[in-house]
Structures are given as structure tokens and as C-alpha cells.
């Protein structure tokens, strides 16, 4: 069973920030969190992942709370392109064997 | 990051029969995984493919269903044998890349199977 658990969808708003709330209260002290998202009819992309620190790159950042227990994806500044399914991912660096959940389906409308 | 393609990109077929389908990536890399993503489901593992090794199946999908070759680097292929209804799914081939030293994985564009 997937370790993470997200709201099944989510509206944002065109061009605002959309926040994607992930609880993983029961992490590991060695496992990561991963963010990947699926645009229909796609393969899975990777975004993002981090440990214990707040991470940024070019498509998001991610908030992990001091006590890792849940975090946040966040979209800057939403597009119409950003319209997918979201899924939380915790698992070990050196463990590949991510676990899927069923995601949050983010649908940004104009 | 590493490209990957996948063949064929949807098929459909008759029950009984079998497919392979074929994943290229655009560089080496030792870690390629095999998915499969039922209708309106999530990504479940099928299997890890290293290669010069035989493949480690996750639970409830075995090498008589599910063989997968992995002969070089850059290619491996997962065959859907003795086909069902069942089995229509969408099959995801991803790989580790290497080169980044992180462990993030990149995904094919999918396999639509619909068996009839």
C-alpha cells in the first residue's frame, strides 16, 4: 500500500500558485519524498524530491514539514499545461520500488 | 534526462495470443523497470530488469506471464503471453538515469494493450 495520502483533485486557478498538500506520517528517517505527474495520456515526469530540506527547481517547490510527517508541492504560477494527475511518493534513495498511490488529479481552469 | 521510446505504442489483440513490447533509451543505464496501469488505476511494478541479470518480479506477476529481456544497456522488452481482458492495461517501461547520481526515474510514453 502506497505510504502517503492526497485529496483525489484539486481546482487552481490559472496563473495563481497551485498547492498540493501530501501527508507521510509515517517516514522513515531515510526515505525521500518524490513528486512525479502524469499528464493524460502520458508517461509519468518526474518533479521533485527531498528529504528534510525545501527543494526548488525549475518546474516547483516542495515544503517538507520540520517533522516530515507531510508536505507541499507547490506550481507557481499555474498553466492550463499543468493540468494532470499529482502522486506523493515516499521511498528509500536506494530503494526503486516506488509505490503508487492514486494521486491528486490538479485541473487548472482559465 | 534520458529519452525513451516504447513499440509499439498500442496494439490490440485477441485473447490467448501474445505481445512484446520493446523500450529504447538514448543512453546507457543500469535500472529499467516495467509498469502496468490498468484503466483509470495507478502505476503498479511489474518487474526490475538489470542487465546480464534475470528480472525481479513484484508480487502477483511471474516470468511465465511476464518475461522480460534485457540484453544490452539501452533495450529491454516485456512480453504479455497467453493473453486476457484482464491484461489491458497500459505498460510503462521507466529507467534510473545514471548519469545523474540522483534517483529519480524517467518514464516511455506507454504501451495502450487492449485485448479483446
Known sequence: DAKTTQPPSMDCAEGRAANLPCNHSTISGNEYVYWYRQIHSQGPQYIIHGLKNNETNEMASLIITEDRKSSTLILPHATLRDTAVYYCIVALDSNYQLIWGAGTKLIIKP | ?116
Open chain 2, 1 to 116: 534526462s534520458a529519452v525513451i521510446s516504447q513499440k509499439p505504442s498500442r496494439d490490440i489483440c485477441q485473447r490467448g495470443t501474445s505481445l512484446t513490447i520493446q523500450c529504447q533509451v538514448d543512453s546507457q543505464v543500469t535500472m529499467m523497470f516495467w509498469y502496468r496501469q490498468q484503466p483509470g488505476q495507478s502505476l503498479t511494478l511489474i518487474a526490475t530488469a538489470n542487465q546480464g541479470s534475470e528480472a525481479t518480479y513484484e508480487s502477483g506477476f511471474v516470468i511465465d506471464k511476464f518475461p522480460i529481456s534485457r540484453p544490452n544497456l539501452t533495450f529491454s522488452t516485456l512480453t504479455v503471453s497467453n493473453m486476457s481482458p484482464e491484461d489491458s492495461s497500459i505498460y510503462l517501461c521507466s529507467v534510473e538515469d545514471d548519469d545523474r547520481g540522483t534517483y529519480e526515474q524517467y518514464f516511455g510514453p506507454g504501451t495502450r494493450l487492449t485485448v479483446t
